[in-house]
Nanobody
């Protein structure tokens, strides 16, 4: 089994910054993509940012230029630096990982979610 543990959410004023972290642990041979999704009340879960094992990244148009995703492969950890936050960024943020376990099969895992609230 694999666990994803997120941290770093909270309440921030518009224009402020937060940094989310997600650490993976357990039966991990390697990790392909690591992603951040978010889900606002009444809305579907959406992909915010993705980082591949080689370092390539993808971002939702709504966060380009404001959010930066990165990862530390040695620590099996992914980060999301969020700057210039807007009220519409308010959501529960979920970590997601595509993990290759020691049986060389791929499994996907989700974190428990961390609340980000942007409000004055």
């Amino acid at each position: 089994q694999v666990q994803l543990v997120e941290s770093g959410g909270g309440l921030v004023q518009p224009g402020g910054s937060l940094r989310l972290s997600c650490a993976a642990s357990g039966s991990i041979f390697s990790i392909n993509a690591m992603d951040w999704y978010r889900q606002a009340p009444g809305k579907e879960r959406e992909l915010v940012a993705q980082v591949m094992d080689g370092g390539g990244t993808n971002y939702a148009d709504s966060v380009k230029g404001r959010f930066t995703i990165s990862r530390n492969n040695a620590k099996s950890t992914v980060y999301l630096q969020m700057n210039s936050l807007k009220p519409e960024d308010t959501a529960v943020y979920y970590c997601h990982a595509d993990v290759i376990q020691f049986n060389k099969r791929s499994y996907t895992y989700w974190g428990q979610g961390t609340q980000v609230t942007v409000s004055s």
